[in-house]
DNA sequence: ATGGTGATTGTTTAT
DNA sequence: ATAAACAATCACCAT
């Protein structure tokens, strides 16, 4: 019903959607060489720096279903000690399940990524105050970890761990 | 002994 | 918006 063309950037989706089928960009390795290089930085572009603090990305859905994918995997296969075996059966899956099989390791991983936020801004605060390199730093913004509050007895969901709910959604349509 | 690597896909982040 | 990197895991090989 509502199919018209409202976007220009139809043509682009596709670039957009894959710009890169290389699964192997150089090495996704988790890590890094340990040169003067720091781990974001392609050209001399001095900006990143890594952070003591810095909180770890939250696991994305597929990461999710891996952990789960993983004890079944073992189950299935003791024995398997290369763990990119684990990986290439578990993406293999992850492509067969349906939207929404995968809805209930989105749920998770949404929330991931909501605590994630949060710590992203505490630790957001945290580099502004120390992350100062441009030109003067003499005056400064004292503003410090003090009051980083502005929320904080607010909500206190800490009953996040077994609950089976938030399965309302039914929709036979497809 | 230590740590980097390999492989998956999704998100996250920086430019 | 795009491109690149990183998130876990585990045994093994190289230094």
């Given at each position: 019903?509502?199919?018209?063309?409202?976007?220009?950037?139809?043509?682009?989706?596709?670039?957009?959607?894959?710009?890169?089928?290389?699964?192997?960009?150089?090495?996704?390795?988790?890590?890094?060489?340990?040169?003067?290089?720091?781990?974001?930085?392609?050209?001399?572009?001095?900006?990143?720096?890594?952070?003591?603090?810095?909180p770890?990305?939250?696991?994305?859905?597929?990461?999710?279903?891996?952990?789960?994918?993983?004890?079944?995997?073992?189950?299935?296969?003791?024995?398997?000690?290369?763990?990119?075996?684990?990986?290439?059966?578990?993406?293999?899956?992850?492509?067969?399940?349906?939207?929404?099989?995968?809805?209930?390791?989105?749920?998770?991983?949404?929330?991931?990524?909501?605590?994630?936020?949060?710590l992203m801004?505490?630790?957001?605060?945290?580099?502004?105050?120390?992350?100062?390199?441009?030109?003067?730093?003499?005056?400064?913004?004292?503003?410090?970890?003090?009051?980083?509050?502005?929320?904080?007895?607010?909500?206190?969901?800490?009953?996040?761990?077994?609950?089976?709910?938030?399965?309302?959604?039914?929709?036979?349509?497809?």
């Amino acid at each position: 019903m509502k199919n018209a063309k409202g976007k220009g950037t139809l043509k682009n989706i596709k670039e957009t959607l894959k710009p890169v089928d290389d699964r192997k960009v150089g090495k996704r390795k988790a890590s890094y060489k340990p040169d003067k290089s720091s781990a974001r930085k392609p050209e001399k572009e001095k900006k990143a720096k890594k952070d003591p603090n810095k909180p770890k990305r939250p696991p994305s859905a597929f990461f999710v279903f891996l952990e789960e994918f993983r004890k079944t995997f073992k189950a299935d296969n003791p024995g398997v000690k290369a763990v990119s075996a684990v990986a290439k059966a578990g993406g293999e899956k992850w492509k067969s399940l349906t939207a929404a099989e995968k809805a209930p390791y989105e749920a998770k991983a949404a929330k991931r990524k909501a605590e994630y936020e949060k710590l992203m801004n505490a630790y957001n605060k945290k580099q502004q105050s120390s992350a100062d390199d441009e030109s003067d730093k003499s005056k400064s913004e004292v503003n410090d970890e003090d009051d980083e509050a502005s929320g904080e007895e607010d909500h206190h969901d800490d009953d996040d761990d077994d609950e089976d709910d938030e399965e309302d959604d039914d929709e036979d349509d497809e």
